[in-house]
């Protein structure tokens, strides 16, 4: 009896253990699931590749408060795989929100997919920057690493992210997608570094594609492609990169309402210099920076200092990221 009452007794934890597996086998089915859902290998990945490597996405929701919240931009978010917001933040009172973008593996390598869905509405105003740089990592196979982003702008939306450091070797495809309505407006930036110079190590094998698209009420203002090679004869170009191994674009959208002035472009020159600008439609302005990888940072962030007031009418708060 006491042999079989202790058969009894053990059967609640055998029911536990199986309900575990149960539970962990169905976890790693629907992992698998959301796998093959959110993303498939492309032609030139083999199944081996796009199971090895990472797939992630991040929806990004900024919206207005109901009123009693006196006007607060609040963020919903959800993501798949390893890329996740860390914190919001609201270090200007109740709007913006600050939100801080982290991928927990530290860079992205041959195969890995991300992406990026922002959406902005009427009334809201939202910040995204990253704690580091981001890094793609060199490797010896032909497969590709990519990244999507993609914004829809009905309100206010800056996108500040910190620089971007291309390994050798890496092999890139990076699309950005920016859509801005009549009541939107944006500033955003992307920092390029080729290369790591301080190592010895510069971008001698490899290939980097960028697309860069905005639309303005539904119409294409600026596509800017561009494709260097490892060891690209436009890095020493004096019509190319001029022996610079980093570069910077900027790009401010102001609110439907208004139209860049020449008063407005002369504070840009005074304040933001190194800065190149050029007005490519009334509410649409795109500045390059080419001068060495510090420098630039420097730069941007003038620049977006002088850009704030006119284009969002707030005064600039940096990111307390920026300062660590």
Sequence with gaps: MKDFAAIESSRPFARLGMLSGIILAYGFCMHLYQQMRWSKPSESMSEAAFWSSWQARLELDFSLAPASELGKTRLHHKHFGPLRIQKALYPEGASPCHAIIVHPPGGIAAGDQLEVQVACEVGSHGLVTTPSAAKWYGAESDTVASQQIDMTLDGYFEWLPQETIVFNRARVASDI??????????????HLIFGRQASGETFAEGNFKQTLRLDVDGDLVWLDRMVLQGGDPLFASPIGLRGHFAFATIWAVLPGDKEWGEASLQTLRLEAKGVAWTVL????????????????????????????????????????????
């Excluded at 997608?177 to 992307?190: E, F, K, L, M, Y």
């Design 281 to 324: 439609h009334q509410r649409v302005v795109v500045g390059r920076i080419l001068a060495p990888a510090m420098d630039i940072k420097l730069i941007l962030q003038a620049a977006w200092m002088s850009l704030r007031p006119i284009v969002l009418e707030r005064p600039a708060v940096a990111p307390r990221l920026w300062a660590t």
């Design 177 to 190: 997608a920016i859509r801005v309505s009549a009541n939107g407006a944006t500033i955003g930036w992307d």
